[in-house]
């Protein structure tokens, strides 16, 4: 009988692919009981957590699974940590069919090692694939082959709690074709690196941001809602002339001038209203930006104490640090966890944001709560043993 499949591609129209009979030999999903590992002969000496440099050293090995469209997915593996060998025409490297993902394991005072809501970036990480037509895979498998990795790299995870261990699973189209499409092989791989702060100067060191509105990262209808390597490579230069300036990081806005990203990092504003109410503001989540924010708006709700909305323009929240009601402002992620923002320069004008002058005490409190989950210092769901 025959059969049709409608490929996971959006935005591009639809792809059937008619099929004269049952696939045979096809493997839908990869599992973690499949999994084969190759131990390193030559481990590497563990680095002093004091002397960590994010993303610069990395474990002894990594975890792959590969992919093709006549066989399915393969065996995962765990093997040394070694280079790739990529065709000179993989649609990652012409194309950009690729994405990434970033979350950590946490090492608390009690020697457990957690990981922090791994479930919610297997589901990004999902979405990610579908809109860059990589093929779907079963996220419970995935996060199992990862906590499996974690346990032979379990010497590395730092026992400090100012340094993590950061996981990368990495996913990419190796088809080798100088043509359009979707890729008919794809690779799967985690690697993992000791990270120490995300910026030089530690943990809550406040930044500074320069806002061009000539520049923008997303756009309606396109993919700023997932973590495509795309989306990252073209900021890069805007970054540099952000440090040039002084600044760490680039604030993205909108053509309408509305706040969006902080560099890699969510953007959270605490002021009062008009009104004289307290009230925590956060950029919409309406397709432009990577939804990460999800923990701080659940941890803000959860306590009930000040209003929660999306919003605002870049004039809202200058009028506001004018009138004096702007007290924090701050962005968060998986590298930076929370970070303070100390000015904005934009128009020309530096801007200064008080937020340290106001303990932060909002930032700090995000800061505490989460560190105190991922390390295990409080008992929570969202904090996963190993």
């Known amino acids: 009988m025959a059969a049709a499949l409608r490929s996971r591609c959006r935005g591009g129209?639809?792809?059937?692919?008619?099929?004269?009979g049952p696939r045979r030999g096809y493997n839908h999903v990869f599992r973690a009981s499949d999994l084969e590992v190759e131990r390193s002969r030559s481990p590497k000496a563990k680095p002093d957590p004091q002397e960590l440099v994010f993303g610069r050293i990395f474990t002894d090995h990594m975890l792959t699974i590969e992919?093709?469209?006549?066989?399915?997915?393969g065996r995962p593996h765990i093997r040394p940590f070694q280079d790739l060998r990529l065709h000179p025409a993989s649609s990652a490297l012409h194309y950009a069919v690729e994405l990434f993902?970033?979350?950590?394991?946490?090492r608390g005072a009690d020697d457990k090692i957690r990981l922090f809501r791994p479930e919610l970036n297997m589901e990004r990480m999902e979405r990610s694939a579908e809109r860059v037509c990589l093929p779907a895979f079963d996220r419970a498998e995935l996060l199992e082959c990862i906590r499996a990795l974690l346990r032979l790299e379990q010497e590395w995870v730092p026992r400090s709690d100012s340094a993590s261990l950061y996981i990368r699973p990495t996913f990419v189209g190796t088809e080798p074709l100088t043509?359009?499409?979707?890729?008919?092989?794809?690779?799967?791989?985690?690697?993992?690196?000791?990270?120490?702060?995300?910026?030089?100067?530690?943990h809550f060191s406040p930044v500074g941001l320069l806002a061009d509105p000539s520049y923008t990262r997303a756009w309606?209808?396109?993919?700023?809602?997932?973590?495509?390597?795309?989306?990252?490579?073209?900021?890069?230069?805007?970054?540099?002339?952000?440090?040039?300036?002084?600044?760490?990081?680039v604030l993205w806005l909108r053509p309408e001038r509305l706040l969006t990203e902080v560099g890699t990092m969510n953007l959270f504003v605490f002021w009062h209203r008009e009104d004289g109410e307290l009230e925590l503001v956060t950029p919409p989540l309406d397709g432009l930006i990577l939804p990460g924010v999800q923990s701080l708006l659940e941890l803000a709700r959860e306590w009930g104490e000040f209003g929660v909305r999306e919003g605002p323009?870049?004039?809202?929240?200058?009028?506001?640090?004018?009138?004096?009601?702007?007290?924090?402002?701050?962005?968060?992620?998986?590298?930076?966890?929370?970070?303070?923002?100390?000015?904005?320069?934009?128009?020309?004008?530096w801007h200064t944001i008080p937020t340290m002058e106001h303990g932060p005490e909002l930032a700090q409190r995000f800061l505490r709560v989460l560190s105190d989950i991922q390390y295990g210092r409080v008992p929570s769901k969202w904090a996963q043993p190993l």
């Open 13 to 20: 129209g639809a792809l059937v692919v008619t099929l004269l």
């Open 67 to 73: 992919w093709t469209q006549a066989s399915g997915w």
């Open 101 to 106: 993902e970033g979350m950590k394991a946490f």
């Open 179 to 202: 043509g359009g499409g979707p890729p008919g092989r794809a690779l799967l791989f985690v690697i993992l690196c000791p990270v120490g702060p995300y910026f030089p100067g530690g």
């Open 220 to 249: 309606p209808g396109g993919a700023g809602h997932c973590k495509l390597g795309g989306n990252y490579g073209p900021t890069i230069a805007l970054q540099r002339t952000a440090q040039a300036q002084g600044c760490q990081q």
């Open 313 to 349: 323009p870049m004039e809202t929240v200058l009028r506001a640090l004018a009138q004096g009601r702007l007290r924090e402002m701050f962005g968060s992620g998986t590298a930076c966890v929370v970070c303070p923002v100390g000015g904005i320069l934009y128009g020309g004008k």
